[in-house]
């Protein structure tokens, strides 16, 4: 039995959530999976249909944590047939006994926003702390591998495992032709041209600020130009009026709450994946999942250059790595993707790219740490 401890997972949405989804699902071709995750609303209805064993922690914030962790000790205490047990999060972790943790093997996700506390804090006494409990640290890039190092973590334990990606679905006409129409509203073309998307959440990180402003930049030589945001968050006020600042009105799009099939046929109708996220105090891109979910559907990203963007996008083979600190920078990225239908290119090398991201891949490189 596999077993996973987590605080993020579906049917709430998010790159966290959707890696500890596809993580359980991949581990369930080599055994049962057992998770213990917070409750969301309508996770009763999703578990149900799950072939996980999935345990919600029901329990007001403050005391949810120490309600887990009593529960997971108990558990693991009590089996004796648990091959690994995986964290999410290092707080996860923090109060499991490490004695009872000694009968199996201990895997704890760490993405560089949880561990970019600096030296010698309280946070990063806590991380490093916990992080000594677990047999590997998975660092979910090259960029979290170093910054772990950097901070404390024993390099020895740290091992890099990118986040997985489900296979492209299957996808209904009908949500494609929404997504054909939800781009060329407002246009005045039958079609828009170029489509550009970003699946995110509304934070000063993703900088979608600065995609703003870029798209505002590019009418002038796309007069077509759509921009379609998909997600919510602490920005969205700024940013819709920021749009009619720009008179932006015509030429983006920003969507919440709408189904998973329609999100993914917007993403596989797009030209572009555009998120140039830059580092806001502690918190970075780790990896950025996203570019991987854009890439499966053969569609090529640009990223930004501060965080661990360049795991999951080749520069100049399936996209561009360009400085997100910089409008012309991003803008000038653009530019050279739309080039000589360059795009075109780009789509299919991320496409051949994702492959090797596909869960059943992936799945393997944490067998070979279990079994090692």
């Known amino acids: 039995m596999f077993l996973i401890v987590t605080r993020n997972f579906p ?61 997971v000790n108990n558990f693991i205490n009590q089996s004796s047939n648990i091959r690994a ?50 047999d590997f640290v998975i660092a979910n890039s090259n960029y979290t591998k170093e910054l772990g190092i950097k901070v404390g973590i024993d390099k020895v334990k740290i091992n890099i495992i990118n986040p997985g990606v489900y296979r492209p679905k299957i996808i209904e006409d009908s949500y494609f032709k929404e997504a054909e129409n939800c781009f060329n509203k407002h246009i005045n073309s039958e079609n828009a041209f170029p489509k550009i998307i970003t699946v995110a959440r509304l934070e000063k990180r993703k900088n979608h600020e600065k995609i703003l402003m870029t798209i505002k930049n590019l009418k002038s030589k796309f007069k077509n130009v759509k921009y379609i945001s998909i997600g919510d968050g602490e920005e969205k006020n700024n940013l819709l009026k920021l749009t009619k600042e720009l008179n932006l009105d015509n030429n983006v799009t920003f969507l919440n709450n709408i189904p998973e099939k329609l999100k993914l ?13 830059i580092i806001v105090n502690k918190s970075v891109e780790g990896f950025g999942i996203s570019f991987m979910e854009a890439a499966s559907y053969g569609v090529g990203s640009i990223g930004g250059k501060d965080g661990g963007a360049s795991d999951a996008i080749i520069h100049n083979e399936t996209g561009f790595i360009c400085d997100g600190n910089d409008l012309n920078s991003i803008y000038e990225s653009v530019i050279a993707f739309f080039s000589d239908n360059k795009f075109n290119e780009f789509g299919k090398a991320a496409k051949k790219f994702s492959e090797n991201f596909h869960w059943n891949k992936i799945v393997k490189n944490y067998l070979k740490l279990i079994n090692s």
């Not at 999976?33 to 409750?39: F, G, P």
């Not at 290092?90 to 009968?103: G, R, V």
């Not at 991380?127 to 000594?132: A, V």
């Open 85 to 134: 047990v995986f964290f999410d999060h290092w707080k996860s972790l923090e109060l499991i006994n490490k004695d009872f943790l000694k009968k199996t093997k201990t895997l704890c996700l760490t993405h560089s926003k949880e561990i970019n506390h600096k030296e010698g804090s309280l946070l990063n006494k806590r991380s490093i702390k916990s992080l000594q409990k677990a």
């Open 265 to 277: 046929s917007l993403i596989a109708s797009a030209n572009l994946f555009l998120m140039p996220s």
């Open 11 to 71: 049917p709430d949405v998010g790159g966290m959530q959707a890696l500890m989804g596809g993580l359980s699902e991949g581990l369930l071709e080599h055994g049962p999976v057992k998770v213990y995750a917070n409750e969301y609303p309508n996770s009763e209805k999703f578990d149900k249909k799950s072939s996980l064993e999935i345990e919600r922690i029901k329990s007001i914030k403050l005391f949810r944590k120490y309600r887990k962790a009593n529960l």
